[in-house]
């Protein structure tokens, strides 16, 4: 197919150090290795003027969209596994978010209340560096209280600071929390949720959106495909969400590629409950996902322009459908002749007199207006 598609084998390794990653194929999420070995790859895959039949057509467009997102997939995990890289999770890996299962039914309210530093005012408050500097993206905890009662508690989340050569060492962030580590990562530009719960259930019943989505006929009596959520941790601004939204499901923090598959969001961010209803795009095995379970998240933006996209040339492109498509994207040999022989475009050169042409072309187009 790839011959076929005029792609060549040499073009499914888009940079050096990518471990075979092919951009160009199913979207995926690199896991550590693929995307710390190499540098950030770029778009290789060209759109010519004409095309060899319409699978040629169908196949580059596709690719080139696919290769699109792919870049976007692998910027953003680069930048997950590099500031992962700086945490110690030690203080939060939990066995429930390995193995995929539920957590305990009754899970104290305040399961990491004590990790969290106490000033004279109560329980401190996570703070984000925001001015540009060394400590910038640093979270710190300071006082709760606001205006003249605020005190003057103060300490850094993670461990940076300056070593026995007065050095400054790298920080090495140390979370007690998932809310900890959400804050770390969102500072850092990365829209990461931990301890989330995926949600399966059936078609016929379960939670919906509420966007006025009806039920679906079923004339055959087939077995419906079950519904998957995703019940986020917290809530963001609504301008952070979308339809057709792309999010990485993973069981562990590490996204490996065995635990991991990416959805889409169903309707514009979660309801009133913190359900958003997805929809698997790629490495999804139902067999691994029966009853849920325990996942963190990434969201990773919007990509409805790209998904329209790929789902019209793949779904509505046929020469079946569409057969006078073949004629529009084949260049014709005489095209190719005339090309040839005409060479570059010359512009005419300036004139006052008028070209020889222009009286005829205003009789012909007043003749048309009439």
């Known amino acids: 197919?790839?011959?076929?598609?005029?792609?060549?084998?040499?073009?499914l390794t888009e940079a050096p150090g990518t471990l075979q990653l092919d951009l160009g194929g199913?979207?995926?999420?690199?896991?550590?290795?693929?995307?710390?070995q190499g540098e950030v790859p770029t778009r290789n895959t060209v759109i010519p003027h004409s095309f060899q039949d319409v699978f040629h057509y169908k196949s580059l467009l596709s690719r080139a969209v696919r290769e699109h997102l792919n870049i976007i997939l692998f910027t953003q995990a680069r930048r997950y596994h590099q500031t992962m890289s700086r945490v110690d999770l030690s203080a939060i890996d939990s066995p429930h978010l390995h193995t995929g299962t539920s957590p305990p039914p009754h899970p104290s309210p305040h399961p990491q209340a004590a990790a969290t530093p106490h000033c004279s005012h109560g329980p401190a408050l996570l703070r984000v560096v925001k001015k540009a500097g060394p400590n910038q993206g640093r979270v710190f905890f300071t006082c709760s209280a606001g205006g003249q009662g605020h005190c003057?508690?103060?300490?850094?989340?993670?461990?940076?600071?300056q070593d026995n050569h007065g050095n400054q060492s790298t920080p090495l962030m140390k979370p007690s929390n998932g809310q900890e580590l959400?804050?770390?990562?969102?500072?850092?530009g990365i829209n990461f949720y931990s301890s989330c719960q995926l949600?399966?259930?059936?078609?016929?019943?379960?939670?919906r959106s509420g966007r006025g989505r009806s039920h679906r006929f079923n004339p055959q009596g087939l077995q419906p495909r079950p519904q998957l959520?995703?019940?986020?941790?917290?809530?963001?601004?609504?301008i952070e969400y979308s339809k057709d939204d792309l999010w990485v499901i993973s069981k562990d923090h590490s996204f490996s590629a065995a635990t991991t598959f990416l959805v889409k969001s169903m309707f514009f961010g979660p309801?009133?409950?913190?359900?958003l209803e997805i929809a698997p795009i790629s490495g999804h095995l139902p067999s691994n996902w029966i009853g849920g379970g325990q996942v963190c998240c990434l969201h990773i933006g919007n990509a409805s322009t790209e998904l329209t996209c790929l789902a019209n040339t793949e779904e509505n492109v046929n020469i079946m459908s569409l057969p006078v498509l073949r004629h529009l994207i084949t260049l014709h040999p005489e095209a190719?002749?005339?090309?040839?022989?005409?060479?570059?475009?010359v512009p005419p050169q300036s004139s006052s007199q008028p070209w020889p042409c222009m009286e005829r072309t205003t009789v012909v187009g007043l003749g048309m207006r009439e």
């Open 1 to 11: 197919k790839d011959q076929k598609a005029g792609v060549s084998k040499s073009d």
């Open 26 to 36: 199913k979207l995926q999420f690199p896991y550590k290795e693929q995307c710390l």
């Open 152 to 161: 003057k508690f103060f300490k850094w989340l993670d461990k940076g600071g």
């Open 182 to 188: 959400d804050t770390f990562l969102k500072a850092n």
């Open 199 to 207: 949600v399966v259930r059936s078609s016929s019943g379960g939670p």
């Open 229 to 238: 959520y995703i019940s986020l941790n917290r809530r963001g601004p609504s």
């Open 271 to 275: 309801n009133s409950s913190n359900l």
């Open 336 to 345: 190719t002749q005339c090309s040839s022989v005409c060479g570059l475009f």
